[in-house]
């Protein structure tokens, strides 16, 4: 276990964060505006398909707000029944609701792997410990880990269902990182000196190598095999980097004033620039980089995020943001939809649908670009 200096640890903090909220606002917006919605209606979801979402039209049932996905159709959401904290199961199409799983502890955060097989379920326990669980499809426990930690943050590996990185941040602003494989149940330390680790492929690992002693916005990225912890690689600075299957994302400032960053996608066997893309950016004149909410359609190789208008201030900035798609597969760029504000989004496992908003409250038809609220 490693003691960070304390910018470092507020960095990586800060970067641990934006991935457990699912991609969420490094730094919140000054902008309090609403995203315009429809009516609570039913929409279709295809001319050509039968297929209509139903809003959830549960009256007086608690609702904390949608976690993920549980497959193409269905949702995960997290809801209050007495001193239970419960985690319920939402079909869009058949507006059911069922109960996934109830907890006597305050369920905070809920990940699922790549494959929508297996789900990693954080709870605070009434002792303060922090739980981590593990369940499958049927709500059923696979993996529990505790400890009396501040927070940990799960890595789910991309390619392989029953593995994942843990890390884990101490109170005393200690960290370890820790290998998990679910099947085995064995726990393997990771010798790095940055807690926010991505994986890149089956066996590498990659993370930012900060400059201890130097006041550095970026590092250059080193990526190791998990099992020998040899360095094979190194690329170019970034001040954060972002795992996908098959892809890595870093991102990089550029103009004069650094306002814009610059998205560059590589692929993640080979470690070959695949393409770049340029994003105008919002200054924080501070050390947190600003970063849109993103999500990654694995299905159809499609990067999805929040775009401004303009590069500005943050706390100055009262301009839309453009749910852009990019894929790269073809290169190919188009606004899919226009919002107040940069909320966090997800997109279903099959790239049709995505949840978006402070809670993942609507969802976007990508087809038609028509946002539908779920719950209200």
Same mark, same amino acid.
């Given at each position: 276990?490693?003691?960070?200096?304390?910018?470092?640890?507020?960095?990586?903090?800060?970067?641990?964060?934006?991935?457990?909220?699912?991609?969420?606002?490094?730094?919140?917006?000054?902008?309090?505006?609403?995203?315009?919605?429809?009516?609570?209606?039913?929409?279709?979801?295809?001319?050509?398909?039968?297929?209509?979402?139903?809003?959830?039209?549960?009256?007086?049932?608690?609702?904390?707000?949608?976690?993920?996905?549980?497959?193409?159709?269905?949702?995960?959401?997290?809801?209050?029944?007495?001193?239970?904290?419960?985690?319920?199961?939402?079909?869009?199409?058949?507006?059911?609701?069922?109960?996934?799983?109830?907890?006597?502890?305050?369920?905070?955060?809920?990940?699922?792997?790549?494959?929508?097989?297996?789900?990693?379920?954080?709870?605070?326990?009434?002792?303060?410990?922090?739980?981590?669980?593990?369940?499958?499809?049927?709500?059923?426990?696979?993996?529990?880990?505790?400890?009396?930690?501040?927070?940990?943050?799960?890595?789910?590996?991309?390619?392989?269902?029953?593995?994942?990185?843990?890390?884990?941040?101490?109170?005393?602003?200690?960290?370890?990182?820790?290998?998990?494989?679910?099947?085995?149940?064995?726990?393997?330390?990771?010798?790095?000196?940055?807690?926010?680790?991505?994986?890149?492929?089956?066996? $590498?690992?990659?993370?930012?190598?900060?400059?201890?002693? #130097?006041?550095?916005?970026?590092?250059?990225?080193?990526?190791?095999?998990?099992?020998?912890?040899?360095?094979?690689?190194?690329?170019?600075?970034?001040?954060?980097?972002?795992?996908?299957? $098959?892809?890595?994302?870093?991102?990089?400032?550029?103009?004069?004033?650094?306002?814009?960053?610059?998205?560059?996608?590589?692929?993640?066997?080979?470690?070959?620039?695949?393409?770049?893309?340029?994003?105008?950016?919002?200054?924080?004149?501070?050390?947190?980089?600003?970063?849109?909410?993103?999500?990654?359609?694995?299905?159809?190789?499609?990067?999805?995020?929040?775009?401004?208008?303009?590069?500005?201030?943050?706390?100055?900035?009262?301009?839309?943001?453009?749910?852009?798609?990019?894929?790269?597969?073809?290169?190919?760029?188009?606004?899919?939809?226009?919002?107040?504000?940069?909320?966090?989004?997800?997109?279903?496992?099959?790239?049709?649908?995505?949840?978006?908003?402070?809670?993942? #409250?609507?969802?976007?038809?990508?087809?038609?670009?028509?946002?539908?609220?779920?719950?209200?």
């Amino acid at each position: 276990m490693m003691r960070l200096h304390v910018r470092l640890f507020l960095l990586m903090l800060c970067f641990l964060m934006l991935v457990s909220c699912s991609s969420a606002q490094l730094v919140k917006e000054a902008a309090s505006h609403k995203l315009s919605i429809k009516e609570k209606e039913e929409i279709s979801v295809s001319f050509f398909t039968n297929k209509t979402i139903i809003p959830n039209q549960s009256e007086g049932q608690s609702f904390h707000g949608v976690v993920d996905w549980y497959d193409n159709d269905s949702v995960l959401y997290l809801g209050q029944e007495g001193s239970f904290s419960n985690i319920y199961t939402y079909d869009l199409f058949s507006g059911k609701s069922n109960l996934f799983y109830s907890s006597e502890h305050l369920i905070s955060e809920v990940s699922s792997n790549e494959s929508n097989t297996l789900f990693a379920v954080q709870s605070v326990q009434t002792n303060q410990k922090t739980l981590l669980q593990i369940l499958d499809r049927e709500g059923e426990e696979f993996f529990r880990w505790d400890g009396y930690v501040d927070r940990v943050q799960v890595m789910w590996h991309p390619l392989k269902d029953k593995e994942l990185i843990l890390s884990v941040l101490e109170k005393d602003w200690t960290f370890s990182v820790l290998h998990v494989n679910i099947v085995t149940g064995n726990l393997t330390p990771i010798d790095v000196d940055n807690p926010f680790v991505q994986w890149v492929d089956n066996d $590498h690992i990659a993370y930012l190598n900060w400059y201890q002693d #130097e006041q550095s916005f970026t590092a250059p990225v080193i990526i190791t095999d998990v099992n020998s912890m040899e360095v094979e690689h190194t690329l170019q600075d970034f001040f954060a980097i972002f795992s996908f299957p $098959h892809y890595l994302l870093g991102l990089s400032s550029i103009g004069p004033s650094h306002d814009l960053a610059q998205f560059t996608f590589y692929d993640s066997m080979t470690l070959n620039e695949i393409v770049q893309m340029t994003v105008p950016v919002l200054q924080t004149y501070s050390e947190q980089q600003w970063i849109p909410n993103y999500s990654f359609d694995s299905h159809n190789e499609i990067f999805y995020y929040f775009r401004p208008i303009h590069s500005g201030n943050i706390s100055k900035y009262d301009n839309d943001f453009e749910l852009t798609s990019f894929s790269l597969r073809d290169q190919e760029e188009k606004v899919i939809h226009v919002s107040e504000r940069n909320v966090p989004l997800k997109v279903s496992p099959d790239g049709s649908l995505c949840i978006v908003g402070d809670r993942l #409250e609507n969802v976007i038809i990508f087809e038609s670009g028509q946002l539908v609220p779920l719950f209200m």
